[in-house]
């Protein structure tokens, strides 16, 4: 490959959440003596990023100024080319697009125009943490819909289901995650479009939350929400960012995409009603060294680097009877439930956490994004330390 996916690169005091948490005993239980920590819980990648990312960087703070500025037109420009290469969406403009302080943020200012506090928000089960974390924080009652597995496993959304809480509970705002987070799902078009008619139906508004959508697996397309119709175009806003694709999630740079004027400005508006809503001149120069050639070149060779992972880690835990897992069609996030294993070994979900982090496998608590039995894996990191930590799993886990 042209791009390193291979080294082992240390990141102790290099601003790393993923490791510093454990080293401080703020992540995990305790790890021990003769063990190294793997981080494979919060969702960024131990993959050193494209190079024309950090040379944008470095150039640009060679300008000794960092003062107030405006994106220009190639920071536009980058972004509706993105989505025309890998979504095949065209049409997209400046006037479409919006920068957010991360795609949360941009859930939250979305909420708080589409509805009121207090109000009730239809959002699938499991669910990603962050999504809780902003419905609850900002006054939101969360109503789950439940997916559900089909007799292959893929994991599918329960439309009746869907059409009940909608009507019972009085809802008019939904989060819609594609692909899914923490299931890997790609939704397939004929899936978007049966939701998007739903919302239609019932004129639910929707926040779609797309930040994975360029990590997907050989065999699978994402179908951009706002695609499949002229009111799905109007009635959704849209989020991403390159953090996830690029692993910049520490410089925070996320956007929107809103194609329905009066909602883009209500957006707007809300936003910048708090003063912060401001992008941070290296993000953007961030993104501007991503979205060059050689990032659409490292994001292919991504793809078949985490394929790779996706297909070692599936095939390694089959082998134990009662762990049982979803190959995922995108993201770099494995979701597994214990459930029989832990009943037939007479064992809890809390047990298989500790075993794991006893030896350096630091996975996270499934439960926290509604899988009573759990667990959550990143498979981002190089081969050979997805192979150790399969090793210790094998060793010291299940057994």
């Known amino acids: 490959m042209k791009y390193d996916f291979t080294s082992i690169i240390d ?5 790393a959440i993923a490791l510093d948490a454990i080293k401080t005993g703020h992540y995990g239980g305790g790890l021990r003596e003769g063990f190294d920590p793997i981080p494979m819980w919060i969702a960024d990648m131990s993959f050193p990023t494209v190079p024309t990312i950090t040379e944008a960087l470095v150039e640009r703070a060679k300008h000794p100024m960092f ?95 869907m059409e009940k809480k909608i009507v019972e509970k009085k809802i008019h705002a939904a989060i819609f995650c594609s692909p899914h987070n923490p299931t890997g799902r790609v939704w397939e078009r004929r ?21 994975w959508s360029d990590i997907i697996m050989p065999g699978y397309k994402h179908v951009p929400t706002q695609s499949v119709s002229e009111d799905a175009k109007m009635r959704t806003v849209a989020l991403y960012a390159p953090s996830k694709t690029f692993n910049l999630a520490g410089l925070v740079g996320s956007y929107h995409i809103i194609y329905n004027k009066k909602m883009k400005e209500r957006c ?4 910048s009603l708090c003063h912060y809503n401001s992008m941070n001149v290296m993000s953007l120069h961030a993104l501007l060294g991503a979205y060059k050639p050689e990032g659409y070149e490292w994001v292919e ?24 897992v979803a190959k995922p069609q995108g993201t770099y996030m494995l979701f597994v439930d214990c459930k029989k294993w832990c009943e037939a070994n007479g064992k809890t979900i809390e047990d298989v956490l500790h075993a794991g982090w006893d030896c350096g496998v630091y996975w996270q608590d499934g439960r926290s994004f509604h899988g009573p039995t759990h667990l959550r894996l990143n498979l981002a990191l190089p081969m050979s330390r997805l192979q150790e930590a399969c090793d210790r799993m094998k060793n010291y886990v299940f057994v």
């Not at 899936?191 to 930040?211: G, R, T, W």
């Not at 680097?305 to 049982?324: H, K, M, R, T, W």
Request: glycine content about 10%; overall charge negative; hydrophobic content about 35%.
């Open 11 to 15: 990141r102790t005091g290099k601003d």
């Open 67 to 161: 003062g107030y500025f405006d994106p220009y037109d190639d920071y536009f420009e980058a972004i509706a080319k993105w989505h025309e290469v890998h979504h095949g969406i065209t049409g997209i403009t400046k006037d479409h697009i919006g920068y957010e302080n991360g795609v949360l943020g941009g859930v939250a200012t979305a909420l708080s125009v589409l509805c009121s506090r207090g109000d009730n928000v239809l959002v699938h089960s499991p669910t990603y943490i962050g999504f809780t974390g902003v419905l609850k924080n900002n006054g939101y009652n969360i109503i789950h819909s439940a997916l559900y597995q089909d007799e292959e496993g893929t994991w599918r959304m329960d439309f009746e289901d």
């Open 191 to 211: 899936e978007v479009e049966k939701a998007m008619e739903l919302f239609k139906k019932y004129d639910v508004e929707v926040v779609s939350d797309e930040i």
């Open 268 to 271: 707007d508006k809300e936003s």
């Open 301 to 324: 060779e991504l793809r078949q680097v985490i394929s790779a992972n996706i297909d070692y880690a599936c095939d390694f835990l089959s082998q134990f009877p009662g762990v049982e």
